[in-house]
C-alpha cells in the first residue's frame, strides 16, 4: 500500500459556531493522508494520486463556511474518494489555530479516519 501526504496545509477560513467566525474567519490548518493499493508498477501520473488534486479538493472545501469541522472533514474524505476510488484509507485532521477562547494558547481541532 502506498501513502500520499499532505502535511502543514494552512488556510484562513471561515469555520466555526461562536459568534463571528462565520465573518472574520481565522487560520487553520490541515494534515491529510491518503492509502491506495497500486494495480501495477506505477510508470505514469495517471496510475497514482496526484497531490495537486488532492490540495485543489482540500482547498475548496475549506473555503465554504461551516459550521463544524467533522462536517468538513467528512466531506473532505467523501470527496477524495468520489475523485480516487482506488483509496482505501483517508486520515485527515483539521485544526484551528486561533480558537475564540478566552486565555487558550495552542489549537483545536479534530481527525477523521475513513476507510472505503
Avoid at 64 to 89: P, W, Y
Wanted: proline fraction near 3%.
Amino acid at each position: 500500500m502506498i501513502a500520499v501526504h499532505l502535511k502543514d496545509l494552512k488556510f484562513h477560513a471561515h469555520h466555526g459556531l461562536y459568534a463571528g467566525e462565520e465573518k472574520t474567519g481565522g487560520p487553520f490548518e490541515v494534515q491529510l493522508t491518503v492509502w491506495y493499493q497500486p494495480s501495477a508498477t506505477i510508470t505514469s501520473l495517471e496510475q497514482t494520486i496526484n497531490y495537486v488534486t488532492l490540495f485543489e479538493l482540500v482547498k475548496q472545501r475549506m473555503q465554504q463556511t461551516t459550521g463544524l469541522l467533522e462536517t468538513v472533514a467528512e466531506d473532505i474524505c467523501s470527496n477524495i474518494h468520489a475523485r480516487f476510488n482506488v483509496v482505501q484509507k483517508v486520515e485527515l485532521s483539521i485544526y484551528k489555530c486561533a480558537p475564540p477562547i478566552e486565555g487558550f494558547e495552542g489549537k483545536t481541532g479534530i481527525t477523521m479516519i475513513k476507510t472505503f
